[in-house]
């Protein structure tokens, strides 16, 4: 989530506006939305990625999951900069409406969006379209004017709801984190009984430390070169389940959330800034391009969860 990582840096620092990196990102989002017709997916089967929006061969599978992991990203980031103004911008509906004619009506993929899968975990992997579904949920949760409410989209909701709810108990646990942080934002997703269920869950994945470990909630997940998962502590795990109990109302002081904060200070990179956590798929060199792709998710949720009490 790196748009809401730069808002709460924002409001963190009591600067008094959106950075320049943050003002290009929302303007290119913006400006895709509204030529969505006529830009090109940033993936298709045809390597060179130049089928048109509206030219993509029927089959194309990475066009479709790319237009539709877009789409999804688009609505989530443009809801999430509305939500603090109370309405929801042109732009934002606009994401909307390209959102629910993507979403499957039909067969056992009815209520989701297809997704980028890369085979590489946490995020492109095989069980990541459920994962990419939740932020769906989110972004709808997230949007303001009371538009999850929206006559219109009733019955796409309703697919939506029935399909997470139905498919949760197969997921890995990292994903039901997700799904919970959803419905901190989407009152009536989850039960009362099914939101503590998920919270246990968590609680009792926390290691001796104070952190957590992404290994610890990936399944049986395992690295394409065969090497072990890093089951220490991570900044990816920790970041994310701290901040996703104190959105399901776990107080920053209860015994373990405090712990999982105290771990977060203690185990910042001060050179860097940086949050630690290894990639799932390979051991990597720190010092190469996707080295230090997994520390960047880190940093977002570390940001997030450390902040989270000072709304």
């Known amino acids: ?33 509204r030529l969505w017709g006529e830009v090109e997916p940033f993936y298709s089967d045809d390597k060179k990625g130049q089928v048109k929006a509206g030219d993509a061969r029927p089959g194309d599978v990475k066009a479709k999951e790319s237009r539709d992991t877009e ?12 939500a603090p103004t109370g ?4 732009e934002t509906r606009m994401a909307f409406q390209i959102l629910w004619p993507l979403q499957e009506s039909t067969g056992d993929a009815t209520g989701v969006w297809s997704w980028l899968n890369f085979h590489n975990a946490p995020w492109e992997a095989d069980d990541s379209q459920y994962y990419g579904t939740t932020l769906a949920a989110l972004a709808i949760g997230m949007a303001p004017d009371d538009y999850r409410v929206s006559p219109e989209i009733q019955d796409n909701l309703k697919l939506l709801h029935e399909y ?56 049986t997940w395992k690295r394409h070169d065969g090497t072990p998962l890093d089951t220490k502590s991570d900044g990816y795990a920790t970041g994310l389940i701290v901040f996703v109990l104190q959105q399901a109302g776990i107080s920053r002081e209860q015994a373990q959330v405090k712990r ?10 001060k050179t860097s800034g940086r949050w630690p956590a290894s990639s799932l798929n390979k051991e990597r060199d720190f010092a190469s391009l996707a080295g230090p792709f997994m520390s960047d998710a880190a940093t977002a949720y570390a940001v997030l969860a450390l902040t989270a009490g000072n709304k």
Do not use: C, Y
């Open 260 to 269: 999982g904060l105290a771990w977060l200070v203690q185990n910042q990179d």
């Open 1 to 33: 989530m790196p748009k809401a990582h730069l808002t709460t840096l924002v409001a963190a620092l009591a600067e008094r506006e959106a950075s320049a990196n943050e003002q290009r990102l929302l303007a290119n989002i913006a400006k895709r939305v």
């Open 87 to 90: 309405k929801l911008s042109g």
């Open 164 to 219: 997470l709810i139905n498919r949760r108990t197969a997921q890995s646990p990292v994903n039901r984190v997700v799904l919970l942080w959803a419905s901190t934002r989407w009152p009536g997703l989850l039960t009362t009984e099914q939101q503590q269920a998920i919270i246990d869950e968590a609680l009792g994945k926390q290691q001796d430390d104070g952190g957590w470990s992404i290994a610890s909630l990936v399944g």
């Open 71 to 82: 789409a999804i990203f688009n609505a989530l980031i443009l809801a999430s900069n509305d």
